[in-house]
């Protein structure tokens, strides 16, 4: 999508974490905002370490069950908000499994929701990015085998996920073959916050300043995960 810029955040702002002298996934430019400045660069600029990946090519990726058969799948999800029980939806979703392999990673179109504006600013995935995206539930069967063969199911705070796959996607997960990494982390750190930077911080810190480029994305975030 040639619409969609990444740009430098120069400064802080009390509506969401952009961090000052990082960089930020945008469908366009933030007007009236002095603190933003657009770079111009395509949406598949890498600016980290992190290669972008994005199956929206083909809906059903050719991935070979020896990626995700018998071993560990991680997972993520960014959505429209915190309760898909009132309706908010999911707009990107990603699975790896426990070398990194890429099992799935598109943007999703919400089936009712136009806009999200508050997680939009933590996220930064617009209307405008996913509108041309398939549903999640065109992924359902896909998911539902991957799931079942998988090992295990590991997710940071991995609750939330299931909750939202399981209402939006109607897949089915096995909550005993979940492995939560924010409740671990609590257990090895429990003085500390908990949310995924924190933990990229606490057990990769060589990696933070990599990670802090694409944190919110769920590809990015599966990675760190």
């Known amino acids: 999508d040639t619409n969609v810029k990444i740009y430098e955040q120069l400064g ?14 945008s469908p366009y430019e933030v007007a009236g905002k002095e603190e933003v400045s657009q770079l111009g660069l395509p949406w598949n600029y890498q600016f980290s370490g992190f290669p972008m990946n994005k199956n929206e090519t083909q809906l059903f990726p050719n991935i070979e069950e020896s990626l995700y058969k018998n071993r560990p799948i991680i997972f993520d999800t960014e959505t429209t908000g915190f309760s898909p029980e009132k309706g908010e939806e999911v707009v990107q979703i990603t699975l ?4 990194g392999q890429s099992i799935l990673n598109t943007y999703l179109k919400p089936y009712c929701k136009t806009q999200w504006k508050q997680a939009q600013a933590i996220h930064h995935i617009s209307p405008l990015m996913v509108q041309t995206s398939p549903h999640l539930d065109q992924y359902s069967d896909f998911l539902q085998t991957v799931f079942d063969k998988a090992s295990v199911i590991v997710g940071h705070n991995v609750a939330f ?5 399981e209402k939006c996607g109607k897949v ?7 492995f939560d990494t924010m409740k671990q982390f609590k257990k090895e750190a429990p003085n500390l916050k908990h949310k995924l930077d924190d933990a990229v911080q606490y057990y990769c810190p060589e990696y933070y300043e990599i990670y802090k480029n694409g944190a919110h994305n769920s590809y990015y975030d599966t990675v760190a995960t």
Do not use: L
Request: proline share 3%.
């Open 172 to 178: 089915s997960i096995d909550k005993k073959n979940t």
């Open 161 to 165: 996920d299931v909750r939202f796959v």
């Open 12 to 25: 802080g702002v009390d509506y969401a974490d952009y961090k000052p002298g990082k960089y930020y996934i």
């Open 96 to 99: 790896v499994n426990e070398m």
